[in-house]
T-cell receptor, first 113, second 113 residues
Framework: GESVGLHLPTLSVQEGDNSIINCAYS??????FIWYKQESGKGPQFIID?????DKRQGQRVTVLLNKTVKHLSLQIAATQPGDSAVYFC????????????FGKGITLSVRP | DADVTQTPRNRITKTGKRIMLECSQT?????MYWYRQDPGLGLRLIYY???????NKGEISDGYSVSRQAQAKFSLSLESAIPNQTALYFC????????????FGEGSRLTVL
């Protein structure tokens, strides 16, 4: 069946370096994608989204890239900080009246001081 | 105050007991969801509701039931809890159709002995 998956379960980066978190999705009909961040003991929180008519979207220190050809999504975090340590989820959906998000399994980002 | 409030935050119960997890929201959203989170499996959708008279099964609804008492309230019940329902449960709300973004509660950790 269709699924959203992440390539790596954990990622360890040095504070100050850039982080890249990757996600593969398999539903070619998906047209809206979101990255969520989940800190320990909390619910997931929205980071950034992108629609399928875009290839790149930038936020504050974060950039999401979408490659529809290979069905790949990535989240780039610039100058990674200790507060970025969390589990990151990608999610996909087909927008519309019955829109439901499908989440990937999550990847843990650990920032080394 | 949190926009999406879940109660209880933690609960330990025994096999066979009936458990209800409650969710209330102040965001005025029509859409409400219950997800289950297990290590390594990400977030899986249990049930969702697009308005007070609408209830839909998600991918793992067996063993669960829900009630949408009002626009702001969506409760999840386990009629007869079993140990493999031990998990972290999240309630979420969504706004306009098609935007996809969800707002999560802080989670309810359920342990079934």
């Amino acid at each position: 069946g269709e699924s959203v998956g992440l390539h790596l379960p954990t990622l360890s980066v040095q504070e100050g370096d850039n982080s890249i978190i990757n996600c593969a999705y398999s539903n070619s009909a998906s047209d809206y994608f979101i990255w969520y961040k989940q800190e320990s003991g909390k619910g997931p929180q929205f980071i950034i989204d992108i629609r399928s008519n875009m290839d790149k979207r930038q936020g504050q220190r974060v950039t999401v890239l979408l490659n529809k050809t290979v069905k790949h999504l990535s989240l780039q975090i610039a100058a990674t900080q200790p507060g970025d340590s969390a589990v990151y989820f990608c999610a996909e959906t087909i927008t519309g009246a019955n829109s439901k998000l499908t989440f990937g399994k999550g990847i843990t980002l650990s920032v080394r001081p | 105050d949190a926009d999406v409030t879940q109660t209880p935050r933690n609960r330990i119960t025994k096999t066979g007991k009936r458990i209800m997890l409650e969710c209330s929201q102040t965001k005025g959203h029509d859409r409400m969801y219950w997800y289950r989170q297990d290590p390594g499996l990400g977030l899986r959708l249990i049930y969702y509701s697009f308005d007070v008279k609408d209830i839909n099964k998600g991918e793992i609804s067996d063993g669960y039931s829900v009630s949408r008492q009002a626009q702001a309230k969506f409760s999840l019940s386990l009629e007869s809890a079993i140990p493999n329902q031990t998990a972290l449960y999240f309630c979420a709300t969504g706004g306009l159709a098609g935007t996809g973004e969800l707002f999560f509660g802080e989670g309810s950790r359920l342990t079934v002995l």
